[in-house]
């Protein structure tokens, strides 16, 4: 069974940087794809980027695009989000999620596994 810790969640003003971590453990974790999602206070969970099991393919939410980069490195089981030029309305719980295609992630579909989740806060 996967298992999914996520970290590095906080507060941080506007224009601020946060790096959120998701380790993995439990299994293959080069076998998976990963992504993120968010869910703010009384809204649906959203997409917020994917990537690949090769790291080849990345994907981004347009509201994260050019703000946010995905990575992950494989040998320490390990995906990360780097968040820049944070807004206030960037405000939610982020969760990890692994599945085995990044093109059904990145819809929602097929996650094999969720992590319990971070809270990231931007103050305006």
């Known amino acids: 069974q996967v298992q999914l810790v996520e970290s590095g969640g906080g507060l941080v003003q506007a224009g601020g940087s946060l790096r959120l971590s998701c380790a993995a453990s439990?299994?293959?974790?080069?076998?998976?794809?990963m992504g993120w999602f968010r869910q703010a206070p009384r809204k649906e969970r959203e997409f917020v980027s994917g990537?690949?099991?090769?790291?080849?393919?990345?994907y981004y939410a347009d509201s994260v695009k050019g703000r946010f980069t995905i990575s992950r490195d494989n040998a320490k089981n390990a995906v990360y989000l780097q968040m820049n030029s944070l807004k206030p309305e960037d405000t939610a719980v982020y969760y990890c999620?692994?599945?085995?295609?990044?093109?059904?992630?990145?819809?929602?579909?097929?996650?094999?596994?969720w992590g319990q989740g971070t809270q990231v806060a931007v103050s305006s």
């Open positions: 999620a692994a599945g085995r295609l990044v093109s059904q992630l990145r819809i929602g579909r097929m996650v094999d596994h």
């Open positions: 439990g299994g293959t974790f080069s076998s998976y794809a």
């Open positions: 990537i690949s099991q090769s790291t080849h393919s990345t």
